[in-house]
T-cell receptor, first 115, second 113 residues
Framework: GAGVSQSPSNKVTEKGKDVELRCDPI?????LYWYRQSLGQGLEFLIY????????KSGLPSDRFSAERTGGSVSTLTIQRTQQEDSAVYLC?????????????FGPGTRLLVL | AQSVTQLDSQVPVFEEAPVELRCNYS??????LFWYVQYPNQGLQLLLK??????LVKGINGFEAEFNKSQTSFHLRKPSVHISDTAEYFC???????????FGTGTRLLVSP
């Protein structure tokens, strides 16, 4: 079946612009996660959704970062007023809400470059 | 809070040789343990996981790992590597009461002929 998909695959933006990153989880998966992978910080958790609610958003680095999930499916990560330190690969993952919920399936990521 | 240590940033090995990638974790509560592999310009793929039960777990592509609670380790092994195993390998833990993964810094496995 189809895996987790993310768009765009690459995004180049100028400092100060806003960007939106999209994640389509595996159909039927109720849990969705965002992570960031950067050279300096490695793989970091950003936010976790269960359905449309975000019980854990402890990893969002600043109030410039926000995320939402609608219809229990697609999620959008928004970065406002981008900074050069936001350059990273943003990974999305999903997992079933019941049995097997501990296993996260990752998408290919969105590579963001802020100039 | 949990943390994961992968002491080896890079492991060079010849094809058909055995390999062990080390992972140690720290946690005050029970955890699940995972190994993921990342090929260039791709996302993370699950190799194997330990949830409970037998401490030796087998995964895809001939990899296996052993959970050692007393040493808080979860080392990954393969008896004979292939060129195609060249990739970055990440060890991760998850608190059984929460959902987020905490990753190590990764080990780059370089397999040469």
């Amino acid at each position: 079946g189809a895996g987790v998909s993310q768009s765009p695959s690459n995004k180049v933006t100028e400092k100060g612009k806003d960007v939106e990153l999209r994640c389509d989880p595996i159909s039927g998966h109720t849990a969705l996660y965002w992570y960031r992978q950067s050279l300096g910080q490695g793989l970091e958790f950003l936010i976790y959704f269960q359905g449309n609610s975000a019980p854990d958003k402890s990893g969002l680095p600043s109030d410039r970062f926000s995320a939402e999930r609608t219809g229990g499916s697609v999620s959008t990560l928004t970065i406002q007023r981008t900074q050069q330190e936001d350059s990273a690969v943003y990974l999305c993952a999903s997992s079933p809400g019941s049995a097997g919920q501990e296993t996260q399936y990752f998408g290919p990521g969105t590579r963001l470059l802020v100039l | 809070a949990q943390s994961v240590t992968q002491l080896d940033s890079q492991v060079p090995v010849f094809e058909e040789a055995p390999v062990e990638l080390r992972c140690n974790y720290s946690s005050s509560v029970s955890v699940y343990l995972f190994w993921y592999v990342q090929y260039p310009n791709q996302g993370l793929q699950l190799l194997l996981k330990y949830l409970s039960g037998s401490t030796l777990v087998k995964g895809i592509n001939g990899f296996e790992a052993e959970f050692n609670k007393s040493q808080t380790s979860f080392h990954l092994r393969k008896p004979s590597v292939h060129i195609s195993d060249t990739a970055e390998y990440f060890c991760a833990v998850m608190n059984t009461g929460f959902q987020k993964l905490v990753f190590g810094t990764g080990t780059r496995l370089l397999v040469s002929p």
